[in-house]
């Protein structure tokens, strides 16, 4: 099967689409805090053991400017910052359970938002999306070989 021409441009409009869905999903509530401190908070759920270095790193921001990201995330009670267990001069970053229940309305909302969206989409389309994107996910956590992607499609 041949592969279409604008494959790449569909599925970055698809994808610009998607992330508008999800944008919208959380900006029609007030959350409270910015994309940037629920990117944070995010990182710090997928990442439980961080302090404000690592942080730094995933965000590719010096560690002043992580350190002031958590500080306005402390004062509204969505972070703590406490000592780690196994070495007390290292300081771990720990979500609240305000923030935990704060991501998972946000999840919530936007799952629904994209089930909006899927609603409006026959059941076939649906099937074959899903098929694509698992295909779509397995195809890019696959370590590429030395060989050019390009020679695999001739």
Known sequence: MERPPNL??????????LIDVLDTAASRHNLGVSPTQLRVLSLIMIHPD??????ADLLDVVPSSASR??????????????????????????PTVAAETLLRKLKER????????????????QHELLLALVAFGQAAATPQTGTDATARTA
């Open 110 to 125: 936007r799952h629904q938002a994209v089930q909006a969206v899927l609603d409006r989409m026959p059941n076939r389309a």
């Open 8 to 17: 790449a441009a569909a599925i970055d409009l698809a994808a610009e689409a």
């Open 50 to 55: 961080t302090n404000v270095n690592r942080l």
């Open 69 to 94: 990201l958590c500080d306005r995330l402390e004062a509204v009670g969505l972070l703590r910052r406490v000592a780690d267990p196994r070495d007390r001069r290292e300081v771990r970053l720990v």
